[in-house]
């Protein structure tokens, strides 16, 4: 919705200067990590210490990663793509994770023209939006995901659980940066994956139910070379 894109367009900026800060981050990151690894066979009782050391280190480049995306990669390469081949690759990769947890995954693609897009970048938010899907329900749940094509030329895909949903209270902080109700959450998921859809022409919604559902609304562009032959 609106107030998620103005969130993500004030982001933006402080996105890039992040995104360049997260690079500058990295390379001192590996060289801790490698003294770290080197130092710790001579630890021998405090090795545990080093062990610790490493697992953080490793959390703050993930962090840094995910803050990497922000920044405009410089080859965006917008190609026509079938979106249903993309969901279809993300939903393998999620399969084993999904299974651990009983989770269902029911599709319904309609037959929807090809979208233009970055397939690396919509991916990354196919995968945000389902892990947040997985991750919010216990055990034997059902994601469904469906794609149909709306009469302005874009094609919509929505994807709903029947998760934990989000609190009222809380409703007004999804998307914004760093806020996450999880242990082991970075909070920038739902940020991130608004920013791709909307450099992507699109639109992201989520709505949510506190013990009911979640669904997210994800509208894309149909390729150039799809107009006029759907
Ligand atoms: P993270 O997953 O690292 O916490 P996100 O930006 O992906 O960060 O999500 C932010 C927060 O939004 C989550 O911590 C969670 O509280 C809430 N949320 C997002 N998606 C869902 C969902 N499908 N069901 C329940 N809560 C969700
Ligand atoms: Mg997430």
């Known amino acids: 919705n609106e107030e998620l894109l103005r969130k993500a367009e004030k982001l933006s900026l402080i996105g890039e200067l ?3 800060i997260a690079h500058e ?3 001192p990151l590996t060289s801790l990590k490698g003294f770290i690894q080197l130092l710790s066979p001579s ?3 405090n090795k545990l210490y080093a062990d610790i050391m490493l697992s953080e280190l490793e959390r703050i480049n993930f962090i840094v ?3 990497l995306v922000l920044s405009k990669p410089q080859n965006l390469q917008i190609k026509s793509l079938s979106l249903v081949v993309l969901l279809q690759n993300v939903l393998a990769l999620l399969a084993s994770e999904a299974n651990l947890k009983n989770i269902r995954f029911q599709t319904s693609f ?3 023209p090809n979208i233009a897009g970055e397939e690396n970048q919509l991916k990354q938010v196919f995968i945000n939006v389902i892990k947040n899907s997985i991750e919010a329900i216990s055990e ?5 995901i469906s794609t149909r094509m709306l009469p302005n030329r874009q094609v919509l895909v929505r994807l709903a659980d029947n998760g934990c949903g989000v609190s009222e209270e809380y409703i ?11 242990e082991k959450g970075t909070g920038l ?3 991130i994956s608004s920013k791709i859809i909307k450099d992507h022409n699109g639109s992201f919604q989520i709505t949510s139910k506190k013990n009911k559902g979640t669904v997210v609304k994800i509208t894309l562009p149909i390729a150039e070379d799809q107009i006029g032959s759907s």
């Open 65 to 67: 990663s995910e803050l």
């Open 43 to 45: 630890l021998q009782d």
């Open 140 to 144: 034997n749940g059902e994601i469904r």
């Open 110 to 112: 309609g037959k929807c």
């Open 189 to 191: 998921g739902l940020m």
């Open 18 to 20: 992040a995104a360049g």
């Open 25 to 27: 981050i990295r390379n």
């Open 172 to 182: 007004a902080k999804l998307g914004e940066p760093f806020f996450t109700t999880k």
